[in-house]
Structure formats: C-alpha cells, structure tokens
C-alpha cells in the first residue's frame, strides 16, 4: 500500500489502542465447544453462541459429510442463477413449519437475512422505528433502506408509542427489534409491541438470533413462549447460534416470502449456502425438536449460574436469557478482567464500544447446554477469585 495511506490507517490503529479499543484475533485450535484449545492450553469456554452444542454433534456432523459427498462442497452461484438445492426448499419447509408461518426463505447469514428483508420491504417513503439496542445488522438494513429511521429507549413501549403516534405521513410503518437483546441478555416485552404496531397499523418484525432453540415449548423462540406467532408479520432467525450452523432466514407469508425473492440483494447477489449446511440445519431442528432435554438442560445452567453469581455479588443487570452482561464500564479495565479470567483457564470475552455504549464495557458471558454443573463451578470459583 502507498506509505502515506498506510501510515493513516496506522494513525487510526493507534487511537483504537490508546482507547484500549484495539481487537484482536484469538486462534482456536479445536471446535467451539464448552472447552477450547488455545495454543495448546485448554480453556473453559463461556463465549459461544453454539447454546445446545450442536455444532458437534454427531449426527448434525453426519449430515454434513453426506451431504458433501453426495452434493460437492460448493453450491455453484446464487440461489436465483444455477438453481436451488433441493435441500434449500427442505430447509425451507422445516423452518416455515417450526415457525408456524406459510413459508421461509433462507440466507448466506442472519446478518444478510436482516439486510435483504428490511431494504426490501422500506425505502424512501417509510418509516421504521426500532429499539435503542437492536443488533448491528438491523441498523446497517436500515441506513441502506433510506427509509425515515426513529428510535424508542431500550425495551420501552410507551418510548415506542410517541414515535408510532407521529408516523401517519409514511406508506409503510415498520417496527423491528431484537426477541433477545445480543449484549443485554434481556427480552423485548414482545406482546406490548404487536398491540402497539396493530393500534397503529404497523408491520411488526422480531430478530430471534438468540431466542430460537431457547425460548417457546418446542424451542421456536420468543414468539411461541409468548404465543404471539401470529401476530407477528416478519420472523428472523439465524442458522449460526443456537442451530448450529451458519445462514439466516426469514419466515412468513407467501407474499413476503416471494417478494424477497424478487428484491432482496443480499439473497440475488450473493451465492448460496454449501448443500452440507443445509444438510446440517435440516438435522439440528430435527434434534431441537426430538431433544427437547437439551433446552431444559441449558435453563436449569442458566438458573444455577445466576444464583451462583448472585451469590458472588454480581450484578447480572436484567438478563432473562443465556446471555449474561457483567457491567464493568471502563474499556480498558474490561479487558483486564478477561485477560485475569484467561489466565486462571476461563475465557469469557470483554464487549466494548462500539458493539456497546461507550463506558457500559462488559464481560459477555453465554451458557450453554454442554456446560457440566462442574465446569460452572470452576468458571464461578475463578471469577470469584478475579473479582474478589
Ligand atoms: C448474530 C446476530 C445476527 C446475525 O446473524 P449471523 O447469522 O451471525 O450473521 C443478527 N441479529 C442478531 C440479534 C444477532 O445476534
């Protein structure tokens, strides 16, 4: 690169470093299961987003390499372009039926999904009003929209009402927000929102990344635990937490369904998911909805870690869910904090801007299924000792 803009992308790392805001890379030599290796040194994992390990499990494994060796490694090109793997429309179908909705469409990632959906549903002439703390890729959908974009304070509905009440000149009003806060750990008060958005003639949509597998009877999510399935007009969903795998999707009428087909960029122009993936997805419903302990046993975790914590004199702020935030607030500290957990075996990792506000920097814990009461202990002991 030419040295005078090598030397100003330099300038702009060293300010990230003097904020203590610098990332970097951690090399796992093993899957992101509840233990890791790092350079050859075993470590408790409490970072993952893998919450039923499914991700080893042997029979989503299983699927995966049948389905390579039947199909390649490769899809080809975009779904639209050299046509659509059979297992794209089972995936499909398995989707739409565990959502409850007429049909599904699936993405490379959620990111993509949450892209693709919102650009093809808003643009100029529309409003979408979202909560203070929705996940990245909402916002980025969004800015790319061009639609009028309004904030409501964080999981507030009578914040929400004030922006609704004040959108009749738009076309289309569109709510979106997180089921599960990524960062937070709490829930959105997901009933509030569909009766505000049906007194207002709005089209409601809910990001279930975290939720899904988690929250509902058979592990559809946040609008099956609150039975509001109905209500809502546009499910998201990720392939790549709690399912497994990787990919995004959309569940929901046939008519959105199809028109994301038509428009959605992220869907026309990019390539589709490896068969193996779809294989893998396929399996891992299969096994949320045949393992129903596997859920069980990560919320009897969730429970046990809290009261433990608790205990210990940590604040878990308002998580209703795995995600577990421990407030820290100085960026720098933070990271401090994770490199003392690192060292006594545990990694949990720190969260700062801009992922967060600035100065409410934290440790992001996430429990999972796998975790033995016995590995909780230890991670609860070490932090015991971190933070004493
Ligand atoms: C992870 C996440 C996404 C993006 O999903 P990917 O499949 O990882 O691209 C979208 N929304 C929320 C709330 C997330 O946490």
Redesign the pocket.
């Known amino acids: 690169m030419l040295e005078k803009y090598n030397q100003q992308l330099k300038n702009e790392l060293d300010k990230l470093e003097k904020l203590g805001l610098y990332r970097e890379l951690t090399v796992l030599d093993s899957a992101a299961d509840s233990v890791v290796t790092i350079n050859g040194k075993e470590y408790l994992n409490f970072c993952s987003?893998n919450y039923l390990g499914l991700a080893t499990h042997p029979e989503v494994k299983y699927a995966a390499i049948e389905a390579t060796k039947k199909w390649g490694t490769g899809s080809g090109a975009s779904r639209l372009i050299c046509g659509s793997n059979r297992l794209s429309q089972q995936l499909e179908e398995k989707i739409a039926h565990f959502k409850s909705t007429e049909t599904a469409i699936v993405f490379s990632?959620?990111?993509?999904a949450?892209v693709g959906v919102i650009t093809s549903l808003a643009g100029k002439a529309d409003i979408i009003i979202i909560d203070k703390l929705n996940?990245a890729?909402?916002i980025d959908g969004c800015k790319l929209s061009g639609a009028a974009i309004r904030v409501y304070k964080h999981c507030d509905c009578e914040s929400l009402e004030k922006v609704i009440k004040n959108s009749h000149q738009y076309r289309r009003r569109l709510i979106i927000t997180?089921a599960v806060f990524?960062m937070e750990g709490d829930v959105a008060p997901l009933k509030e929102i569909v009766s505000l958005a049906r007194k207002y003639d709005a089209l409601v949509m809910v990001?279930e990344?975290?939720s899904t597998g988690v929250f509902g009877k058979s592990g559809a999510g946040c609008a099956e635990h609150f039975g509001i399935a109905d209500d809502i007009d546009i499910q998201?969903g990720?392939?790549?937490?709690a399912i497994g795998c990787?990919?995004?999707y959309i569940a929901g009428s046939n008519e959105l369904i199809a028109l994301l087909r038509n428009k959605a960029r992220p869907f026309i122009y990019s390539t589709a998911l490896p068969p193996s993936v779809y294989a893998s997805a396929i399996k891992a419903f299969e096994i949320i909805e045949k393992e129903p302990g596997r859920r069980r046993q990560l919320w009897e975790n969730i429970q046990f870690f809290k009261t433990k914590l608790t205990m210990l004199g940590l604040n878990t702020e308002n998580s209703q869910s795995q995600i577990i935030p421990i407030i820290i607030g100085n960026e720098k500290k933070t990271i401090q904090i994770a490199e003392q957990l690192k060292a006594e075996g545990i990694l949990i990792m720190g969260i700062r801007p801009p992922t967060i506000k600035k100065g409410s920097s934290r440790l992001r814990i996430s429990l999972m299924a796998t975790h033995t009461i016995p590995q909780i202990e230890q991670c609860i002991e070490k932090m015991g000792i971190v933070f004493r």
């Open positions: 987003n990632t959620g990111y993509m949450n996940h890729s909402i997180d990524s990001d990344a975290h998201m990720t392939l790549s937490k990787v990919g995004g």
